[in-house]
């Protein structure tokens, strides 16, 4: 991948930013007028003693913190950005297999501006209205294939790196064994991986992504594609108390109570399973209803602080929706849920991208 290399290039020469040490040093505790020369050197446009050993891999895994992203509501970015005084890292999209113009306009818009795209592409017809559902079995039988190559071939020709998943949440009850059976999904899975393959779509990134729910752990085995179909692999990280669309939730869980058992299962009994836990990951969504003021605020402002005790998560997402009066996830409806995320975004550990695109552009101009 061009962009990809040149990220892997430059930061192993510059890097981006460790997390911060918990002691200071002597010169981090004096007043900034008596602090050596080094530490204007971000200034200056070179690299802080602590930036030196930072890389970003190949598909596009940070070394020393975690990519900052969202599902924007009404699919407004730069409303998002604007309300939490930050840009996004990624965001996420939503496509179906029918629609050969992919990415669109949309995609084009924010990987022009500076964002990496990841997009969902749906076992959905979105061309029809409603969005009926596809089968697994009219997949794998190649009746998707001229609108899966015209994806493909657009992608390819961003020459960026792409994050691309099918079928997203096949382990939530309204999915499972819906659209075919769990062999069916993996098959589904590797034929599209290998139809993006050939025709040239290395930048893509796969990511599988799951609900993360406890209580389908059982399913993840048998929906595994393999670790040549996945790069990284995602769940979600919710709080839904007094979500009228989620039965008897009245407790609440903390971002970490939610993150926990998928990230637990899959390092311990992910690799009985052919599933390498060394792959990076992404919280594909995560957000908590209204939970009260304090604990609105502090459920988000707790995000960095749990991502440094979980060493393979290096993305996360917010879901910035609305799926009922009670199941409200936007950030802009609620002060303390935006001023919570406002806060956890300028956490240096989540706060990667632009020092990383300066160093991607520096080194794309010196092939």
């Given at each position: ?28 505790s ?5 602090q ?8 200056l446009?070179?690299?802080?003693s ?19 992203g ?11 950005e ?10 996420y999209?939503w ?29 959905r017809?979105f ?42 949440e ?12 769990p ?11 290998d ?16 609900t ?22 995602s ?7 007094g ?32 599933i390498d ?11 908590t ?6 604990e ?7 995000v ?5 005790r979980?060493?393979?998560v ?8 609305k799926?009922?009066d009670g199941?409200?996830?936007?950030i802009?409806?609620n ?33």
């Amino acid at each position: 991948m061009a962009v990809a290399g040149a990220l892997l290039l430059a930061l192993g020469l510059a890097g981006v930013g460790d997390a911060p040490s918990d002691a200071a040093t002597p010169a981090e505790s004096q007043p900034p007028e008596s602090q050596p020369a080094h530490r204007s050197a971000p200034l200056l446009g070179m690299p802080s003693s602590r930036e030196i050993h930072c890389t970003v891999s190949d598909i596009l895994e940070p070394s020393c913190g975690v990519w900052w992203g969202a599902s924007p509501y009404g699919d407004d970015v730069r409303a998002l950005e604007s309300a939490v005084g930050r840009d996004m890292d990624i965001v996420y999209t939503w496509r179906g297999i029918d629609q050969p113009n992919v990415p669109g306009d949309r995609e084009l818009r924010m990987i022009a501006e500076g964002r990496f795209v990841h997009t969902n592409i749906e076992a959905r017809r979105f061309t029809r209205p409603g969005h009926p559902d596809i089968s697994y079995r009219s997949i794998i039988n190649g009746e998707f294939d001229s609108s899966l190559r015209s994806q493909a071939r657009a992608i390819a020709e961003l020459d960026v790196p792409y994050f691309v998943t099918f079928d997203h949440e096949a382990d939530g009850k309204n999915r499972y064994n819906k659209r075919g059976t769990p062999a069916q999904f993996v098959r589904s899975w590797q034929h599209i991986v290998d139809l993006y393959r050939s025709e040239g779509a290395d930048n893509v990134i796969w990511v599988w992504n799951v609900t993360g729910w406890p209580g389908n752990m059982n399913r993840l085995p048998g929906l595994w594609p393999g670790n040549n179909y996945v790069d990284w692999i995602s769940w979600e990280a919710y709080n839904m108390t007094g979500c009228d669309k989620m039965n008897n939730w009245t407790h609440v869980d903390s971002f970490e109570d939610a993150l926990a058992p998928t990230y637990e299962w899959i390092q311990e009994e992910g690799p009985k399973h052919g599933i390498d836990p060394t792959k990076p990951v992404m919280i594909g969504e995560m957000g908590t209803t209204n939970i009260g003021p304090r604990e609105t605020l502090k459920w988000y402002t707790d995000v960095p602080d749990v991502l440094k005790r979980y060493e393979r998560v290096r993305a996360v997402k917010l879901w910035d929706s609305k799926v009922g009066d009670g199941c409200d996830f936007r950030i802009q409806a609620n002060e303390y849920a935006r001023r919570g995320f406002e806060l956890a975004g300028q956490d240096p550990y989540v706060n990667l991208p632009e020092r990383v695109r300066r160093l991607a552009e520096y080194a794309a101009t010196r092939d």
